[in-house]
């Protein structure tokens, strides 16, 4: 609990330094409607015309690293993208909408450091809305996805690694990935990820070490196949050869959809305080070849069973704690997992696990 008033008040922090999106007297503006907008510097006009895209990537280049950016207007940037670098501060105000540019974001931070995007409102279907790699010092306020398929936030796999990436608040609906879905990052807070109606993933961390999540909250997530609200993937958490414990979540909340918590493939190291799942279409929760994981306490109505498991193209799960009251749906351990399960279960669920 005091972890979670602690990291909430310093996540709240992001965004209420910088005030009202596009208060003040940001250095660069875009502003117009329809067929005609403007970049603005000062009082220097940069541009005027129909290409909402040229506008801001106009008003963004016209910016020294310190400043900031504010897009006033709502418009369409298409299939395309804008690029924002290092040290350079952007506000979406308006609503952005974009098309799918494969195999890339709709705004993109790539090898830079010190960005920071407090607003942003983005609406259509982007290949990936924000797309980021090699970045340091990132941060992010309050983010809004209102989607009609695509992947909301996206850190690359193949490509640099992040360093001190912070999130306070991310919205995610009718994305037909996941809403938000990291790859290589060393030191992640994030306050909250809500996610609504969303196709994969709410919250996927990937070879991820020393995070802290407020809350992951998702409904009607990963409908129909096997991610999850939350998941753990691919040695997330997996520090220094080891699995001491880095990766802290304070609360996960889901409803219906397909998993609630899912962590695979020799990921661990992770702390889980509670969770709040009901009727969740696949496993509630599902541990597999993970390591070092404790969930400390919540609830599990109904939906699918809770279940540790083990596929053989990895060690078996190994120092797995679980405090939690289950009701109405199974708790499954098959195959034991090594080093003894500590089970601290409540509930009228069904069990069939290893004591
Ligand atoms: C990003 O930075 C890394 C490390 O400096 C470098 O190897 C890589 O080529 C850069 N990528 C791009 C696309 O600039
Ligand atoms: C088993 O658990 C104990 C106590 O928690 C720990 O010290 C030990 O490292 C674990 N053994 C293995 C093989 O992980």
Sequence with gaps: ??????????????????????????????????????????????????????????????????????????????????????????????????????????????????????????????????????????????????????????????????????????????????????????QLQIGSVIARNVGECGLLLQKVTNAKVGLVDGDNVAAGNGYATLRFANQNGKLNGGYATNIYIDKVKSRGGGRGVFCVSESGAAEIGSVDLASNGNNAILLENCYNVNIKGGTVNGGGPVRLAARTEFANSKDIAITLKVDGTEVQENPCTANKTKWSLTGNGKRTICT
């Design 1 to 186: 609990m005091a972890r979670f008033f602690f990291l909430a008040a310093l996540l709240a922090s992001i965004a209420s330094v910088y005030g009202q999106c596009g208060s003040g007297n940001p250095n660069a503006k875009v502003t117009g409607s329809g067929s005609s907008f403007t970049a603005t510097r000062g009082s220097t006009t940069l541009y005027t015309g129909s290409d909402y895209r040229l506008a801001i990537q106009t008003a963004v280049d016209s910016i020294s690293s310190g400043q900031r950016v504010s897009v006033i207007a709502s418009g369409s940037i298409g299939a395309s993208t804008i690029t924002i670098q290092s040290g350079k501060t952007f506000e979406g105000c308006g609503t952005i909408d974009v098309g799918t540019k494969s195999g890339r974001g709709a705004i993109e931070v790539t090898n830079a450091s010190g960005v920071k995007i407090p607003y942003l409102t983005m609406t259509g279907n982007p290949y990936f809305g924000l797309r980021f790699f090699g970045t340091k010092d990132l941060e992010l306020g309050q983010i809004t996805f209102d989607l009609s398929g695509g992947l909301a936030i996206r850190f690359d796999r193949d490509q640099a690694a992040n360093t001190n990436v912070k999130m306070d608040t991310i919205t995610c609906k009718r994305t037909g990935s996941h809403c938000v879905e990291t790859w290589n990052i060393d």
